[in-house]
């Protein structure tokens, strides 16, 4: 141990690295659902984003199965680490959404897992032991617009609706390849102004703080106008100009997935990653103490029957709360004696 030749310096400086080491080992965890129709990109872009395969053995049925098909919820899950920082990412799929000929409640069982999530987490924060909480509440909802319509179908305005209040909202533009610069800044404009008009709230990115240097707030102000983000997702690597740089390659030429002047893929991939924070907090500060209060108010909620059951074994949580139990009746005979011994005295 050394004194600081620094005068007036107690060292509490140092807190922010005590708080980076802990987060670092600790690791971190971020659940991102995918919603949209079949053949937007969807599947083809999360692993383009985190230079994964998430779904090798992804099994597409015919269109015939599709007729009668229901939306299914599939969680696949990752751990992914990156110079020392581990990342537990659970990537959760909508198979089905969309397909179907009546598409009127197809995200009725999206809107219960999101729920059902909160749920889960509010059981856990509210049991006996709450140091090892699983997070599994969806932070971001990337949901993929079709780059072929006039803007947003009724399915889109209607989903968007129903699952603002629950989820941070972020459109994409998939397949932007197949528009020509001036129509994707069209299609961005008419899909803004359409979810204006349905009052519909996206995930709005935070302003940057006036101590930021200029460079974050010209990267802020850039995400923030790029907003529906046009991506183009592929996991092929091609050679351009002796390079090797992942694309997909045309009879015109290579659309290069990686190059701000193709696509928004980079835009993307930042937003997400320099706002993963923000999208947890919003999640766990907005939509998960709206449903928490919901659930506090009234405790039945009859508004629809919850699916998750918390699991009572007999080698787990039963057991628990009896010796809890048997404690509390324990204290409850020892106050009795101390004040029975009081009396005697007195």
Request: glycine fraction near 6%; hydrophobic fraction near 35%.
């Amino acid at each position: 141990f050394t004194n600081p030749e620094t005068p007036g310096y107690v060292g509490f400086a140092n807190l922010p690295n005590q708080v980076h080491r802990k987060s670092v080992k600790k690791g971190f965890e971020f659940t991102l659902m995918v919603a949209g129709e079949s053949g937007l990109g969807k599947s083809t872009l999360v692993n383009s984003l985190f230079l994964t395969d998430l779904y090798p053995e992804r099994h597409i049925p015919p269109a015939a199965d599709k007729i009668t098909q229901t939306v299914k919820i599939d969680a696949s899950t990752v751990e992914i680490e990156e110079r020392g920082v581990k990342l537990r990412l659970t990537v959760v799929d909508t198979p089905g959404y969309g397909d179907a000929i009546n598409c009127s409640d197809c995200y009725k069982p999206i809107i219960q897992y999101i729920d059902d999530q909160f749920e889960r987490y509010l059981h856990d924060e509210s049991g006996l032991n709450r140091r090892h909480i699983v997070d599994n509440r969806v932070h971001s909802c990337f949901y993929f617009i079709s780059s072929q319509g006039h803007g947003l179908k009724p399915l889109d305005i209607e989903f968007m609706k129903a699952l603002h209040n629950k989820v941070n909202i972020v459109p994409v533009l998939s397949k932007a390849d197949s528009l020509t610069l001036p129509e994707v800044k069209r299609l961005k404009r008419r899909i803004l102004e359409e979810i204006q008009a349905n009052e519909i709230q996206i995930y709005q990115l935070p302003d940057a703080d006036e101590d930021e240097d200029e460079e974050f707030k010209e990267q802020t102000r850039c995400l923030k106008e790029s907003i529906p983000f046009a991506v183009v997702g592929s996991t092929q690597m091609i050679e351009v100009k002796g390079k090797k740089v992942r694309g997909r390659l045309y009879p015109w030429g290579v659309v290069e997935v990686e190059n701000p002047d193709h696509c928004d893929f980079l835009k993307l991939r930042t937003m997400l990653i320099t706002h993963m924070q923000d999208l947890q907090e919003v999640t766990h500060d907005l939509h998960y103490e709206n449903f928490r209060a919901r659930r506090l108010h009234d405790p039945l909620n009859n508004s629809r029957p919850h699916t998750f059951r918390p699991a009572m074994d007999s080698g787990g949580n039963t057991r628990a709360l009896k010796e809890k139990e048997a404690e509390l009746k324990r204290m409850q005979q020892m106050v009795q004696q101390m004040q029975a011994q009081i009396n005697a005295q007195t």
